[in-house]
């Protein structure tokens, strides 16, 4: 625990200016980054009595080693460097809204040439347009259901579209006129591409073009005395009506805004988004956070609203926001926001009719949130803190482990033997850390041989980091050729732009190292560290059989209470390593059993050789051929093809594949064992996959 006055800046060091700031731990790890309008006013503030600091903010100061800042001009500017710093080194002790769930949009492809609506979740992609977030994928999928009478998009995959073009059918929404099916041609790739557009105009919120264009031909359709083409359309119109009404009308005028409330006590605050378009609430999102430091709504707010907005652009960013709580001061933000829309927007506190009614709702929503938050076990900072000082008590640590790194071996039958390294902080997981191996030292099973080279190779990377940036002493050049100031803070400047604020792969160490295993595992990881020197690191395993804690040196295991927090949070820590590893291990076999002997050609790339496979159909034809046959693929050289053929004729021959329908071995004209370029080929497994699955370690 460091003494915030050993790295105080002297006075007159700090410039009277808008800047932001970073504060560092003893690994030159950022751990706080925030920004202020006067730098000197706002540091001076950290640097007061311990006991008037409110208690988060003092753990950050005593557990931070360094400060730094950097001046910017206006106060805008300040806002987005505080949000991409905070976006590159995702600091321990900011305020982070933490979710509990990905939330699904309803996202049409326009930057494919047959657009798709389909389901997504995840980062946003260029080109594509997305409406949302819903609470469910089936509401979005009810939606869509409804409005595919009257704009029959594709939706369908892209393998299914493929082999629908190939085989010249198409699927069944295109059989059932629930698709245009532009797969055969139905319909051209312009007329396509524009209905998708019809349909996101839709979506967006500008309905009654639509409704009065439909109402209008149905009303031709009776009058020529076409009644069946006015049944389609009469039914089109309810579609439509139907679907639009699963989101009321909640603010006159077709209005666009979003609507931020926020429930807080005195450790956490909730945060509920309404997204109104058109009048209408097209999506709903929440995220719950810690409160850091004594921070008020407005400041809660802002941070909301630089995650919400930070990463979209144009109409993303509505004409209007709603919130119960201004930033101090309003105008920076504002501007922001202004700058990211490309026009004027409106942050404001509603004060009257519908919409300080609709944010009584968001209100509700975020008040409800917040006492379920409270329930949840695992995410609950006050267990998360007594599971720390139990692990701490039990394994006579001298501090809780506020870093904890779990290790496991994964193998199937000594085949494909991979290591995992996940990461907790403070109790949650940190996945932006996990690190997978492979065992590279030996061949076979041996999991305690393993875990010796695991943990070896970590710690031998964390030495070689630790060297590197000796120990940043006072006084002395940074690894990086920033220099240090007379406390040891680094000044502003062009040249000390450094990049070690993101931890290296390994330079950050761990309070202590858990293994997936009992004894032997824990003794290999324990003589691991040994070897290299290293002994402030404490070491224990968990065995699975009966959930017990294993230490190095002692014959008899800890025995935590089944109730006991801190025997959850090490099971948890233990399950996700385990699966950490086993998915690498998964998908490092899949990978070894989809290779091609023309992986291995020298200079031969994924291009050229899709364009070998699509021209011969099979790598068995690809054998034989000649090297003037070769030749003729459009761009392969002969050199290319005289090294292609002695490759080839270098590999074993693939195994044939067996159809297990009938038992019958399937020759390349079948389709089936060569690896083709739309259809990768997986040989057949002996045993069922329940058997499979439990041969997998």
């Given at each position: ?27 030159r790890r950022v751990i706080y980054v925030g920004k202020a309008k006067s730098l000197r006013q706002r540091l001076a503030n950290y640097f007061q ?57 309803l996202a049409v492809t326009m930057n494919e040439q047959f657009p798709r609506v389909q389901v997504m979740r995840g980062h946003k992609k260029k ?571």
């Amino acid at each position: 625990m460091a003494d915030p006055s050993s790295y105080r800046p002297r006075p007159g060091e700090i410039p009277d200016s808008p800047g932001v700031y970073r504060f560092r731990d003893e690994h030159r790890r950022v751990i706080y980054v925030g920004k202020a309008k006067s730098l000197r006013q706002r540091l001076a503030n950290y640097f007061q009595d311990l006991a008037n600091l409110h208690p988060r903010t003092r753990t950050m100061v005593t557990t931070a080693a360094s400060v730094e800042w950097t001046v910017v001009s206006t106060e805008v500017e300040a806002l987005q460097l505080e949000y991409s710093w905070i976006k590159e080194y995702d600091p321990r002790f900011n305020v982070k809204y933490r979710d509990d769930k990905s939330y699904p949009y309803l996202a049409v492809t326009m930057n494919e040439q047959f657009p798709r609506v389909q389901v997504m979740r995840g980062h946003k992609k260029k080109g594509v347009r997305y409406f949302g977030p819903y609470g469910h994928a089936w509401a979005i999928r009810d939606t869509v259901d409804l409005l595919l009478r009257v704009f029959p998009v594709r939706t369908c995959s892209a393998g299914v579209f493929k082999n629908a073009a190939r085989t010249g059918r198409p699927c069944l929404l295109g059989y059932i006129g629930k698709c245009s099916a532009p797969c055969v041609e139905r319909i051209s790739p312009d007329d396509h591409w524009d209905l998708a557009d019809e349909f996101c105009d839709f979506m967006a919120g500008r309905t009654g073009t639509y409704l009065r264009r439909l109402e209008r031909q149905m009303a031709e359709a009776a009058e020529e005395m076409e009644y069946e083409r006015a049944a389609r359309l009469r039914d089109d119109i309810g579609a439509l009506r139907k679907a639009m009404e699963k989101s009321a009308v909640v603010l006159a005028d077709a209005t666009d805004a979003d609507l931020i409330a926020v429930a807080e006590d005195e450790l956490e605050a909730a945060v509920q988004i309404f997204h109104v378009r058109g009048g209408r609430v097209r999506g709903q999102r929440g995220w719950v956070t810690d409160k850091v430091e004594e921070i008020t709504t407005g400041a809660l707010v802002e941070h909301a609203l630089q995650q919400l907005y930070g990463e979209e652009t144009g109409d993303a960013v509505p004409k209007e926001v709603l919130v119960p709580a201004l930033p101090d001061p309003v105008e920076p933000v504002q501007q922001w926001l202004t700058e990211r829309r490309g026009s004027g927007v409106s942050l404001r506190i509603p004060q009257r009719g519908d919409k300080k009614a609709l944010m009584e709702t968001v209100q509700r929503n975020a008040q409800q949130a917040l006492v379920l938050h409270k329930t949840k076990r695992a995410s609950d900072l006050t267990t998360r803190s007594r599971a720390l000082e139990e692990i701490a008590d039990a394994l006579g640590l001298d501090s809780a482990p506020l870093r904890i790194e779990c290790y496991d071996i994964s193998h199937l039958q000594g085949d494909d033997v991979v290591a995992s390294m996940v990461v907790f902080e403070d109790g949650l997981a940190r996945k932006s850390e996990y690190r997978r191996f492979q065992i590279k030292g030996f061949a076979g099973q041996d999991d305690v041989r393993s875990m010796h080279e695991v943990i070896t190779r970590r710690f031998r990377r964390y030495l070689a980091e630790k060297e590197k940036t000796g120990e940043w002493a006072d006084g002395e050049d940074g690894a990086d050729g920033t220099e240090a100031g007379g406390d040891g803070q680094l000044m502003d400047g062009p040249a000390l732009k450094d990049d070690d604020g993101r931890p290296k792969r390994f330079a950050y160490p761990p309070q202590l190292v858990v293994v997936d295993g009992g004894q032997p595992q824990v003794a290999a990881a324990q003589r691991a560290l040994d070897e290299l020197g290293i002994d402030d690191i404490a070491v224990c395993g968990l065995a699975k059989r009966l959930e017990e804690v294993w230490l190095p040196r002692e014959d008899d295991p800890v025995v935590l209470p089944r109730t006991s927090e801190g025997l959850y949070l090490l099971q948890r820590v233990r399950d996700e390593a385990h699966r950490f590893a086993i998915t690498y291990q998964r998908a490092k076999r899949a990978k070894r059993f989809r290779s091609s002997p023309l992986d291995d050609v020298p200079g031969l790339g994924e291009t050229r050789k899709q364009a070998l496979i699509k021209h011969f159909g099979s790598v068995k034809r690809l054998r034989s051929a000649t090297i003037d046959q070769i030749c003729e693929v459009p761009g392969i050289g002969r050199k290319t093809a005289e090294t292609v053929a002695v490759a080839l004729a270098r590999a074993t021959p693939a195994a044939p594949a067996v159809n297990t329908a009938t038992g019958e071995i399937m020759d390349d004209e079948d389709g089936a064992p060569e690896t083709t370029a739309d259809a990768p080929g997986e040989p057949v497994s002996a045993g069922t996959p329940d058997e499979r699955r439990g041969q997998e370690r």
